[in-house]
């Protein structure tokens, strides 16, 4: 069966865009595959191996996905999180008939989780079950903002992969346990037996877009205004000193949510679900699979055993 480490790399075209996937784990019977978005300058070589592989090994398949323009996408860059989701709703159209389906669970990560909010609006039949971490609503009352200095880390050009994993995981223990993602991803099978090379973070122009629809999403308020109208199970998940989107933000996006549920991470931040990893994917796994409460259900902080 195929991991983070083995998938092949494939393509569908759609909207004119050539998208690049993956597919990991085998079709399950009465199971949505679950859609994984990335966050703000990925792409499916940079998802954590640990995590990918322990999704799947909660009995799902997963479908890693470029955006257009980043990792082995072609095209530009879209500069606004709506054209993101066009984009989604777009490639879901020609895949899921391939995969005999007609939904997926998402999850979002980060800009991810901008991007599944928005697909969960635009195209609510296309989406199950939401998971959104590390990321918050569009604006709207009750927000923090990030440090400055945050800001410009996750946005230097060029990237600074060790600058990234810092703001990811706040504390040395952290940045120990999390940070493996970036060096353990693809490197066994990048650029060999017809795979592209390992995609690293995004830069140039298109990072230059890809910031202007993170500064739109942010001072949008529509979308911050119509949680309310989406009716599904979601799970919000953070970490307790989240320096990129602060915990806050994921807390008021969880109230602002009808069927919501809410778990803080301790001892870490924006990669708490690298992490944690294990213990994340089996929260997640649980939640897909209807073992919870009917939400709105708040755990609180989980135990770090």
Do not use: C
Not at 22 to 32: E, F, H, N, T, V
Not at 95 to 102: A, D, F, V, W
Not at 156 to 178: H, L, M, Q
């Amino acid at each position: 069966m195929a991991t983070q480490e083995t998938a092949r790399t494939q393509f569908i075209t759609a909207n004119d865009i050539q998208f690049a996937y993956r597919l990991i784990g085998s079709p399950i019977i009465d199971k949505a595959p679950l859609l994984m978005l990335n966050h703000f300058r990925s792409n499916i070589d940079l998802w954590d191996p640990l995590l990918i592989n322990s999704l799947v090994a909660t009995g799902r398949q997963l479908i890693t996905y470029d955006y257009a323009g980043m990792g082995h996408s072609n095209g530009e860059v879209e500069s606004s999180i709506k054209a993101f989701s066009k984009n989604v709703i777009a490639f879901l159209h020609v895949l899921l008939p391939i995969l005999q389906t007609s939904q997926v669970d998402v999850l979002g990560f980060s800009l991810g989780g901008y991007v599944a909010q928005q697909l969960a609006l635009d195209a609510p039949t296309l989406v199950q079950k939401l998971v959104l971490a590390g990321t918050g609503p569009s604006f709207g009352p009750g927000l923090e903002r990030p440090m400055a200095e945050v800001q410009s880390a996750i946005m230097a050009e060029p990237p600074d992969g060790n600058a990234i994993a810092d703001t990811f995981f706040p504390s040395f223990v952290a940045r120990e346990a999390g940070a493996v993602w970036l060096t353990s991803a693809r490197q066994s099978i990048a650029g060999k037996e017809g795979e592209p090379d390992f995609a690293f973070f995004l830069g140039g122009d298109g990072l230059t877009k890809l910031t202007e629809a993170y500064l739109k999403w942010d001072a949008d308020p529509i979308p911050y205004a119509l949680l309310q109208t989406i009716q599904k199970d979601v799970f919000v998940t953070a970490g307790k000193n989240d320096l990129i989107v602060p915990t806050q933000n994921s807390f008021v996006l969880s109230r602002q949510l009808p069927r919501a549920n809410f778990v803080v991470y301790p001892g870490s931040g924006h990669g708490h679900l690298f992490q944690f990893a294990e213990i994340y994917a089996g929260l997640v796994g649980s939640f897909l699979d209807g073992e919870w409460p009917v939400p709105p259900v708040s755990f609180g902080a989980i135990s770090a055993q």
